[in-house]
């Protein structure tokens, strides 16, 4: 059985350090029996960060559309697995306004890290929270989940202007923030499901030398460099803006 303990001694072994930007993509399926379940998981994450340093989870709402076009920063469950939404409840934890890409993070930069995601209209531009990931040269960790659910690569892909990724339209979705106010935020969205072709690109990382191996739990993890996968991507889509259209690697 896992024990906070053990988990410890995982987070260790992988590399992360107090002061590290760490974004946890997981699988509590994955990481197998646990002692108290996902609150010792959790218990576990949110003990890393010191000064500086920043725990980041994925609360998305990508379901939400202009027949449904409510996102409540506060009651809006996260769709992304059990983790991230018992993670937004904790105290201290500060979620992102964003009505379909929202993140919610934890540590002394959590109110700034998050702040502003409402102002852009597509999910992850790069004065985001995703795009600010580069900024702080995070981490990525996935635990049990494999890299195709890379969120932060539809960002590269934003930042880079990959031809026909966004809608050109914009949907009426509307955000009630934590005090009640409702806000318009127009939004376009990402097209094509290229994430269904992220998974191609690990050797990639690995022979680039920033990927991790190792495991949380029962779960098999892949740790990634922020800062370094989006020049190289960035690189890559410059030679194939359609690299994630099709399943063929890059020369």
């Known amino acids: 059985m896992n024990t906070r303990a053990s988990l410890e001694r995982d987070l260790a072994a992988l590399g992360i350090t ?16 646990t002692e108290s379940g996902a609150d010792t998981v959790l218990d576990t994450l949110c003990a890393f960060p010191g000064k500086g340093g920043l725990l980041v989870l994925p609360t998305l709402t990508y379901t939400l559309n202009a027949e449904n076009p409510v996102f409540s920063v506060l009651e809006t469950p ?14 201290g934890v500060i979620r992102s306004w964003h009505p379909t890409h929202s993140l919610a993070a934890f540590g002394e930069d959590a109110a700034a890290f998050t702040a502003g995601h409402e102002r852009f209209d597509t999910p992850c531009a790069r004065q985001s929270p995703w795009g600010r990931l580069i900024d702080r040269k995070a981490k990525i960790l996935f635990l049990g989940t494999g890299i195709g659910c890379n969120t932060f690569l539809h960002g590269v892909e934003e930042h ?30 990402h097209l094509g499901n290229h994430s269904r072709f992220y998974a191609k690109m690990e050797p990639i990382f690995d022979r680039a030398g920033i990927l991790t191996r190792g495991r949380f739990g029962e779960a098999a993890c892949v740790l990634l460099e922020a800062a370094p996968m989006s020049e190289l991507v960035t690189e890559l889509l410059r030679r194939d803006p359609f690299l994630f259209t099709h399943d063929r690697l890059p020369e």
């Open 18 to 33: 107090p002061s590290d930007t760490l974004l946890v993509h997981s699988s509590m399926k994955k990481i197998g029996l």
């Open 78 to 91: 996260s769709i992304v697995g059990l983790l991230t939404e018992m993670f937004r409840h904790r105290p």
């Open 160 to 189: 880079f202007g990959v031809p026909g990724m966004l809608t050109e339209t914009r949907e009426a979705l509307r955000v009630v923030t934590p005090d009640g106010t409702v806000i318009p935020v127009p939004s376009r969205r």
